[in-house]
């Protein structure tokens, strides 16, 4: 069955110190995987995606078929950054989403 | 270019009655999309349209939910009659095709009292 872990529910680290948000998958077939960010009093909206293999924000996730990952990494985490993280995967056009994990970054 | 809208953005209403949500999606976009989140949960699909056609609705959970788009423009979810256990957000995304990105509303909170 496709389904997506993120086994933290909360992270807090202070602001420059390192973050990876944790992100694992279960999907039979090629997976097409993306992080999602909803900050306070906005919209769900995208942050990346694995095909694009860019760094948006300072923030980059690579996907590892091995260990079934796509954790999302930052080497310093801003105060702005504060937010619901979530890791999705498509399936069939829908997207399966984790439980999130809410980042706070303390000053 | 305007986002995905929803309305309302906050319903409350009584257990057995109705309640109805609306969808405007980007314009251009045939793909639009269903999903809520309910306390503690993660967010799950409910149903996905393309155009006016339902592509798939395998994640409704019974047949108190009932989905429309005519003419392909904005959509609506019903719940009728609502229970206690519908209680949650439910979000509307939309994307140009299949393949591309889906961009979501504010979602809706609905309240069953």
């Known amino acids: 069955a496709q389904r997506v872990t993120q086994p933290e529910k909360l992270l807090s680290v202070f602001k420059g110190a390192p973050v990876e948000l944790k992100c694992n998958y279960s999907?039979?077939?090629?997976?097409?995987l993306f992080w999602y960010v909803q900050y306070s009093r906005q919209r769900l909206q995208l942050l990346l995606r694995?095909?694009s293999r860019e760094s948006i924000k300072g923030f980059t996730a690579d996907l590892n078929k091995g260990e079934t990952s796509f954790h999302l990494k930052k080497p310093f985490a801003q105060e702005e950054d504060s937010a619901m993280y979530y890791c999705?995967?498509?399936?069939?056009?829908?997207?399966?989403f984790g439980t999130g994990t809410r980042l706070q970054v303390f000053p | 270019e305007a986002g995905v809208t929803q309305f309302p953005s906050h319903s409350v209403i009584e257990k057995g009655q109705t309640v109805t949500l609306r969808c405007d999606p980007i314009?251009?976009?045939?793909?639009l999309y269903w999903y809520r989140r309910v306390m503690g949960k993660e967010i799950k699909f409910l149903l996905h349209?393309?155009?006016?056609?339902?592509?798939?609705e395998s994640g409704m959970p019974n047949n108190r939910f009932l989905a429309e788009r005519t003419g392909g423009t904005y959509s609506t979810l019903k719940v009728q009659p609502a229970e206690l256990e519908d209680s949650g957000v439910y979000f509307c995304?939309?994307?140009?095709?299949?393949?591309?990105?889906?961009?979501f509303g504010d979602g809706t909170r609905l309240s069953i009292l």
């Open positions: 995304a939309s994307s140009y095709s299949g393949g591309q990105p889906q961009h």
């Open positions: 999907y039979s077939g090629s997976p097409e």
């Open positions: 694995h095909i």
């Open positions: 999705a995967l498509r399936h069939t056009d829908k997207l399966i």
């Open positions: 314009s251009g976009h045939d793909n």
């Open positions: 349209f393309v155009k006016e056609s339902k592509q798939d």
